[in-house]
C-alpha cells in the first residue's frame, strides 16, 4: 500500500484553454475590426480637426480599488472615443498609462514620441487609443513586440513584431515611453526587463507596467495559465519591485501607493480568481 509520503503530487490546476482555433480567428477578426476602426476615426478627425483631451481619471501609479473605478475609466474613455477594451477592467490601467505617455513623456510634442508596448496584443487598447491621440505619424515610432510574434505586422502605421522585453534589440536612449500591461506576472525576469527598460528610455522617458494584485494574494499554487504558473504579486512583491526599478535609475512618478483596496474588483473566469490591479509609472532619471 502506498503510504501519504510516497502518494503521488497531485496534477497541477490547469486554467480552461484559450479556446482552440475558433477563438484565434475571433481574436483575428475583432482585431482587424479595431485597427480598422481607428483608421476610419482617426482620418474623420483629422478632416475635422478634432482635438482630444488626454485622459485624466487614473492616476500614474495607483491601485484599483473598486468596481467604481474601472467603470469611471470605461466612461471617460467612451467620453474620448475611444474604443473600449472588451474586459471592461482593463480600460483602468490602459487609460493610466496612456495619459501618463501623453501627460509625462509628451513635453517636446506627444506626436513625435516614439512608444514601445512590451508584450503587446495587437487587440489591446494602448496603442490604439495613442495613435488616435495623433502618436505614430514617423514610421516605427509605434511598436509593439511579443515574444509569440512571427512575422512583424503593420496596423494603421504601427508595427507589431517579434521581440524579447528583456533584450529588445533597440538603440539605447531610443524611446520616450514603455508601456507594458498586464505582462510581467507571466513569468518575465523582472530585474532584466527593468534593466532593459532603463537601457532603452532616455533620460525623462517612462515606464508604465500594470499587474495582478491582492493585498493579501489568493493561493495560486498549481495553477496555470499560456504556459506557466499564474502569479498575483502582494506588497512585498511590489515593495521589491519599485526598489528594484529605482537601482536601474527608474523613478516612480508620485507617492508609493496604499497598497489595501476595499474590493477584488477583477474576476479572471478561467481560473475563478478575484483580485484587482495595480499601475506603476516610473521615469528615467
Known sequence: ?????????PAPQVAAP??????????????RLLWARVAVQRRAEARKAVTRQPPTTVPPTDVLRTSAQWQAARDEARRL????????????????AVGAVLSLAGAGGAQALNVMDAGSARYSPVLPWLRLYGLGSAPGSLLGIN???????HRDGVAFRQGDVTATDLPPASLDAITC?????HGVPLKAFLAESA???????????????DHDPP????????????????PDDIRAFIADAG???????????????AERPVHWKRTGLDYTFILLTFRRI
Open 247 to 261: 537601482a536601474e535609475g527608474l523613478e516612480l512618478v508620485g507617492d508609493e501607493p496604499g497598497l489595501q483596496h
Open 1 to 9: 500500500m502506498t503510504g501519504p509520503e510516497n502518494s503521488p503530487s
Open 199 to 213: 537601457r532603452v528610455l532616455r533620460p525623462g522617458g517612462v515606464l508604465c507596467v500594470s499587474t495582478d494584485f
Open 18 to 31: 484559450p479556446g482552440g482555433r475558433l477563438l484565434a480567428v475571433a481574436k483575428i477578426a475583432a482585431e
Open 81 to 96: 472615443r475611444l474604443p473600449l477594451h472588451r474586459d471592461l477592467p482593463k480600460n483602468w490601467d490602459a487609460l493610466g
Open 147 to 153: 515574444l509569440e510574434f512571427g512575422a512583424t505586422v
Open 181 to 185: 500591461m498586464s505582462v510581467i506576472e
Open 219 to 234: 493561493d495560486t499554487q498549481g495553477i496555470t495559465a499560456y504556459g506557466g504558473p499564474v502569479r498575483i504579486f502582494g
